[in-house]
């Protein structure tokens, strides 16, 4: 490959669909000609029930961020004591837990999926364990029907954090179907976003009822707060951008696909690279993410090292995700996060490394990137 110079503008890990601002500007009108900026306003109402098509699920509830509705999960569902999920996640997955003075029980990963192995759950469990916290890690799914089968032999309940699975299907169901309770996230990094944003789905209708109460303080009417709520509504002018947002996510998804193909075409057959799973069965995935695992000694050089010369040429991939939680000062007492307790997990951050992905790059764009990475080991 002949010399390559560094691009021009930064190259970021993704950058945020952004609708066209005349669509965007007729839905503000709207907005401001209700007089209503949140408290469920028409633009809620409207996102709320489009996203439980696009999702395939019967109940769902919008939230101002991800972290909240994690966090109000957890209060749902009366989770307490300790909860078993994985070290490898953001780390708003074990913040959610701890804020909620609950315990985060680090489970090890598998090293196909990087997901929680649900093999090793039950030997976690102990008479304090009252739920699973389990991550669909880069849009890949859990194994959902044996963490599912744990929990019924148990009594547990079962949250997943969804944050990288939007549209993710297994067998045409809507991965927000699965378990008690699922946390979407829309931040602006994630494939659909609404600048800042969230939701909770759920197939009970009850669960609903209570999260709605909750993440609007508790109160029921003007005049009865009837529990210990937080303030996690979305408001209108997220809604009406996730709406927008939501009519770009078809072709968004469709050059992903094909960016990712690139990417494949170019690194497969690389020594010491493990490229993300392809063609899963019954599942149909969001191509939101491309991660790759560099093993130093087969590649010839280190993530590290790849990560760095990466941004020599102003390209900016993410080590994502690392370090562990586990190993963060807040947890890495707890008697789970013991490496020994998490031989995966552990090897696996060290190898892990979230290249750019998103529509305006270009094919030559993703060649050029794997020339510097192919380079970075000469």
């Not at 109402?45 to 696009?54: A, I, M, S, Y």
């Not at 600048?195 to 209708?205: I, Q």
């Not at 709605?212 to 209108?236: A, P, Q, S, T, W």
Request: glycine share 6%; charged share 25%.
């Amino acid at each position: 490959m002949k010399s390559i110079k560094p691009f021009k503008n930064p190259i970021y890990i993704t950058r945020p669909i952004f609708p066209e601002l005349d669509a965007y500007t007729m839905r503000l009108k709207e907005v401001w000609e209700s007089q209503k900026l949140t408290n469920n306003g028409d633009m809620h109402k409207l996102l709320e029930r489009t996203l439980r098509q696009e999702l395939k699920v019967p109940f769902l509830s919008l939230f101002n961020n991800g972290t909240i509705a994690l966090l109000t999960a957890c209060k749902t569902l009366g989770l307490k004591g300790e909860v078993i999920t994985t070290p490898f996640t953001f780390p708003a997955t074990p913040h959610a837990l701890a804020w909620n003075n609950i315990t985060p029980v680090f489970c090890d990963i598998t090293s196909s999926t990087m997901n929680i192995d649900a093999s090793k759950i039950e030997e976690l469990i102990t008479p304090r364990t009252t739920g699973i916290l389990a991550v669909h890690v880069f849009g890949v799914p859990c194994d959902v029907k044996n963490i599912q089968n744990i929990a019924d032999r148990y009594g547990l309940k079962v949250v997943y954090d969804a944050a990288h699975a939007f549209g993710v299907e297994i067998d045409g169901n809507g991965i927000g179907n699965y378990g008690d309770i699922s946390m979407f996230s829309f931040h602006a990094t994630k494939l659909f976003h609404t600048a800042e944003g969230g939701a909770l789905t759920f197939s009970n209708e009850r669960f609903k009822e209570k999260v709605d109460l909750l993440k609007n303080f508790g109160i029921r009417n003007e005049e009865e707060v009837v529990d210990v709520g937080i303030n996690g509504k979305m408001n209108e002018l997220q809604a009406a951008l996730g709406l927008e947002v939501l009519s770009c996510i078809g072709e968004e998804q469709n050059k992903r696909k094909y960016l990712s193909d690139v990417y494949r075409e170019l690194l497969s057959g690389c020594d010491g690279l493990t490229l993300p799973p392809e063609n899963i069965s019954d599942v149909t995935m969001s191509n939101q993410y491309f991660v790759v695992r560099i093993d130093k000694d087969l590649f010839g050089c280190s993530r590290d090292r790849v990560y760095e010369e990466l941004k020599k040429y102003n390209v900016f991939a993410r080590k994502y995700f690392y370090p562990l939680c586990s190993n963060y000062a807040c947890y890495r007492d707890n008697k789970s996060s013991s490496v020994i307790n998490l031989p995966y997990a552990n090897r696996i951050s060290l190898e892990v490394l979230s290249l750019p992905l998103y529509g305006a790059l270009t094919a030559g764009d993703i060649e050029k990137i794997c020339g510097i990475m192919t380079n970075a080991k000469k």
